[in-house]
């Protein structure tokens, strides 16, 4: 470059060979910076801080509930296996085909974030069905996730719980930790009817686990899925529960029936008559951590405290006296029911069968 | 006058490349051909910073931005971009062959 003296020559050489170097750099930092980007970056968080969660289904429709970090606009979309589609109006899906299974995808901002099954009732009794029943769970534990994850698995058609589902109390804060997201995929796939337990009574009360899964005050309500009904009781059917109990079993049409008390019942008690002379299937119930199999005045009843909560030593979780089974085992219920048939199955943690029934 | 021949050479592969290879194929050459264009021009901008040469320097800046669009460009606009790379080479050695090329570095 003739002008310019050999240092000049030099620098100018030099800025030349930082400059390219520099851009090389700067190449190299926007490389690693859009790779990072476009592939290591994960997905953007849900934008569900609550579910969603199947509420009910029901022959022709189903609702689900959920919560958002702010005003979203979503919306849920099922398929049945023929491809038909529907949209839910809000939350609440109609026109459903019955006894069709349905895989439905909740939208946010044109993105699906949450997805899941649920199959409705059949008007044809033969059809099988399985219940999963659970209660004292909601620790938020590694037990209750394990118990939870086998839950899912099973795809059941519906799922009671008898109490006790969120310790030591059921504040709103609460929920999501102890209910909400260990029976998350399990709440994406069956709708979980839940009944309430003496811990949903110590303060602040049941009002938030009531509202969640729209229980009445009381916790008593009715669950009729084709042939089979449920009557849920809260924690202990006092005489308005057993009356409730009573009007709910003269309902005729259902082949299979049973009630769902947070205490074990005993001997001698009015609703333990009234499901013998009401033909009821079994007495599904909790409060005591342990996996029970009991006949109490002819009535099948199952214990099933061992969804997670804790499970002390056997001196103090003691067994009932007359168990014809009694397990410290965590773990869940599995009713099948195909016709007339029932059969009990308690599956444990680890998936392995700890108990089989079938009617007394 | 080595970098500018080299900018010529890669406008003119990213060029005949984006003609003859579709998309997204064309990408494989199109994209190295970009990220050199950058680097070079990066040191053409130095060249042609001291002394000052005002057409070439601008074509060097312009050329540049277009190693840019050239590698993250979609579409057809690649053909054009190396068109232009091709072009501004042109323009800056017909330019420095005028000669007449301001100095901020007196000579002595």
Redesign the interface.
């Given at each position: 470059m003739e002008g310019l003296t050999p240092r000049e020559r030099r620098l100018r050489r030099a800025l030349i060979g930082v400059s390219m170097l520099a851009a090389v750099a700067l190449l190299a930092i926007a490389g690693v910076l859009i790779y990072w980007w476009m592939y290591l970056l994960g997905p953007e968080g849900s934008p569900f801080t609550r579910g969603p969660y199947l509420l009910r289904v029901e022959q022709d429709r189903a609702e689900l509930r959920w919560r958002t970090d702010g005003a979203r606009d979503v919306t849920v979309t099922a398929l049945d296996g023929a491809g038909r589609e529907v949209t839910a109006d809000g939350a609440v899906l109609r026109s459903l085909r019955p006894g069709t299974r349905y895989t439905w995808t909740a939208s946010v901002d044109g993105v699906g974030r949450a997805s899941g099954t649920f199959t409705t009732p059949s008007p044809d009794p033969d059809v099988p069905i399985r219940i999963l029943a659970l209660a004292d769970y909601g620790i938020g534990g590694d037990e209750q996730y394990a118990v939870a994850r086998t839950m899912a698995a099973s795809r059941p058609d519906l799922v009671v719980t008898a109490g006790d589902n969120s310790y030591i109390s059921a504040p709103d804060i609460a929920l999501d930790r102890n209910v909400f997201r260990p029976m998350a995929e399990l709440m994406r796939n069956a709708p979980v009817y839940v009944g309430l337990g003496d811990h949903e009574a110590l303060p602040p009360g049941d009002g938030a686990i009531r509202a969640a899964f729209d229980i009445p005050p009381g916790g008593r309500y009715v669950v009729e899925h084709g042939p089979v009904q449920a009557v849920i009781l809260g924690d202990r059917a006092d005489a308005d529960g057993i009356a409730f109990a009573r009007r709910a079993l003269a309902r005729p049409g259902f082949r299979h029936r049973f009630l769902v008390q947070h205490r074990p019942p005993r001997e001698g008690e009015g609703l333990v008559r009234l499901a013998r002379s009401a033909g009821v299937d079994a007495i599904i119930s909790g409060h005591l951590h342990r996996y029970e199999r009991r006949v109490v005045d002819g009535v099948r009843c199952f214990t099933v405290g061992t969804g997670g909560g804790r499970i002390g030593a056997d001196e103090f979780t003691r067994e009932t006296e007359g168990a014809e089974v009694s397990l410290t085992r965590f773990g869940h219920l599995r009713i099948d029911i195909r016709g007339d048939e029932v059969r009990y199955t308690f599956v444990d943690l680890t998936g392995r069968v700890a108990d089989r029934a079938g009617p007394p | 006058m080595i970098?500018r021949a080299l900018l010529l050479l890669t406008g003119a592969v990213a060029l005949a490349g984006s003609i003859a290879v579709d998309r997204p194929e064309r990408f494989s050459i199109t994209a190295p051909c970009g990220?050199l264009v950058?680097?070079?021009?990066?040191?053409a901008?130095?060249?042609d910073?001291?002394?000052l040469r005002r057409v070439p320097l601008a074509c060097s800046a312009a050329s540049?931005v277009l190693g840019g669009v050239l590698v993250v460009g979609r579409g057809e606009i690649q053909i054009p971009v190396a068109a232009a790379i091709v072009a501004l080479q042109v323009a800056a050695l017909a330019a420095q062959s005028r000669g007449g090329v301001p100095?901020i570095?007196r000579?002595?």
């Open positions: - | 970098l990220l950058i680097v070079v021009a990066a040191g901008i130095a060249a910073a001291v002394p540049l100095r570095m000579s002595r």
